[in-house]
């Protein structure tokens, strides 16, 4: 059963308008949320990130809000770029010994010119 | 600049062949894992080690067996590599830090293909 949920496996949007991935997840415990971004033929990398105690990261055209009763998670990403199309793991930890990383299956966003 | 490294980028193998993924980080990270990613399942943790010689199974630890001998080194073993072990494998590394300060950094990937 899957603790980390991407339920659109693709999202395509235009470029300059607003991209929304979300997130869900069901484990209570998880505390700090991470987003990673994936190239094809490239390691994913670290984009932003949120602890359980905030409800709202921003970093540049990046936001990432958290619904802790509801368990949600999103990423917005204004303006979208074409430069932005990649594959965006959701992942969620909750021990501060960065060992126990759970990923979800991904969303594969395409920006579209 | 951190920097994971993976011996392969791409790897062609035949069933029952023994298969080693090396991965070496030059972070001095305590906390090493190997993924694996496919379509539609994400990353699945095959096995971590958060220090030299230690080891623990991820989700799928099932036909792999890992080994770290230097904090630096953390290699993945396929004993008899099978066709369903076709897959993208991704190493990553991260420290123990303070809440809010955990992130994972990722190799390159090495495709393997098991025919």
């Known amino acids: 059963d899957q603790q980390v949920k991407q339920n659109s496996p693709s999202l395509s949007v235009q470029e300059g308008r607003i991209s929304i991935l979300n997130c869900d997840y069901t484990?209570?415990?998880?505390?700090?949320f991470l987003w990673y971004k994936k190239y094809p033929a490239e390691g994913p990398t670290f984009l932003i990130s949120?602890?359980?105690?905030?409800d709202k990261n921003e970093d540049g055209r990046f936001t990432v809000f958290l619904n802790k009763s509801a368990k949600h998670l999103s990423l917005h990403i204004v303006p979208s770029q074409p430069g932005d199309s990649a594959v965006y793991f959701c992942?969620?930890?909750?021990?501060?010994?960065?060992?126990?990383?759970?990923f979800g299956p991904g969303t594969r966003l395409s920006v579209l010119p | 600049d951190v920097k994971v490294t993976q011996s392969s980028r791409y790897l062609v193998k035949r069933t029952g062949e023994k298969v080693f993924l090396e991965c070496v980080q030059d972070?001095?990270?305590?906390?090493m894992f190997w993924y694996r990613q496919d379509p539609g399942l994400g990353l699945r943790l095959i096995y971590f080690?958060?220090?030299?010689?230690?080891?623990e199974k991820g989700d799928i630890p099932e036909g792999y067996s890992v080994s770290r001998e230097k904090k630096e080194r953390f290699s993945l073993i396929l004993e008899s590599a099978s066709t369903n072990q076709t897959s993208m494998y991704l190493c990553?590394?991260?420290?123990?830090?303070?809440?809010?300060?955990?992130?994972?950094?990722f190799g390159p990937g090495t495709r393997l293909t098991v025919l």
């Open positions: 080690s958060y220090d030299v010689k230690m080891k």
């Open positions: 992942a969620a930890t909750y021990d501060n010994y960065g060992q126990n990383f759970v």
């Open positions: 949120i602890s359980s105690i905030k």
């Open positions: 990553a590394s991260s420290a123990p830090g303070l809440a809010g300060t955990d992130t994972q950094y």
């Open positions: 972070m001095d990270h305590e906390n």
């Open positions: 484990n209570s415990m998880f505390d700090y």
